[in-house]
C-alpha cells in the first residue's frame, strides 16, 4: 500500500490519497497528504460493495464517501473513488476488498488520470487480495 501510494505521489502528482481495506468488520487505512488521521469512508460503501468508479471535480460530493477533517477538506480539489475488486470467480466474500480514494490533485483533475488510477487499483488487486487473506489466516491462530 505505501509503495502505491508513493508512485501515485511521485508519479502522478497525488497530494492526498488514501488506500482503506475491509477487514472483517474494521478498516485499514494507509494514506499520504493529509495533515489529520481522521480518515474514514462512510459504512455503507462497502455494505453496497460500491463497485463502480465515482469522480468529481466537486469536493462537496466527498460527504457521501468519506469523512476528513475540515483542514484537509479545504486543501481538496477532487473525489475520485476506485474500487479495488477482485474479478475472481468462486469468491465467497464480497468482490470489492477497498477503495484507492484521491482528493486532491497537483493541477485539475483530466480524464486520463481516472483511466490511470484505474489501472492501478486493477493491477494491485491480487496481492490486496493475498495481504488480506495472510492477515485473516493470522488471525484465525
Not at 10 to 29: M, P, R, S, T, W
Not at 80 to 105: A, H
Not at 128 to 140: A, C, D, H, S, V
Amino acid at each position: 500500500m505505501e509503495i502505491t501510494l508513493k508512485t501515485l505521489a511521485v508519479g502522478y502528482k497525488v497530494k492526498q490519497a488514501a488506500i482503506v481495506l475491509k477487514d472483517y468488520d474494521d478498516f485499514l487505512v494507509k494514506s499520504i497528504g493529509y495533515k489529520s488521521s481522521e480518515l474514514s469512508i462512510k459504512p455503507h460503501i462497502f455494505s453496497e460493495s460500491y463497485d463502480e468508479v465515482f469522480y468529481s471535480q466537486n469536493t462537496g460530493s466527498m460527504e457521501d464517501f468519506i469523512n476528513i477533517s475540515i483542514e484537509d477538506a479545504i486543501e481538496s480539489n477532487c473525489m475520485i473513488l476506485l474500487p479495488i475488486k477482485s474479478d475472481y470467480i468462486g469468491m465467497e466474500d464480497d468482490s470489492v476488498l477497498g477503495y484507492l480514494v484521491i482528493t486532491k490533485l497537483d493541477g485539475i483533475m483530466e480524464e486520463s488520470h481516472i483511466v490511470i488510477f484505474e489501472t492501478l487499483a486493477s493491477s494491485i488487486t491480487p496481492v490486496i487480495k493475498q495481504f488480506l487473506e495472510l492477515r485473516r489466516f493470522k488471525i484465525k491462530d
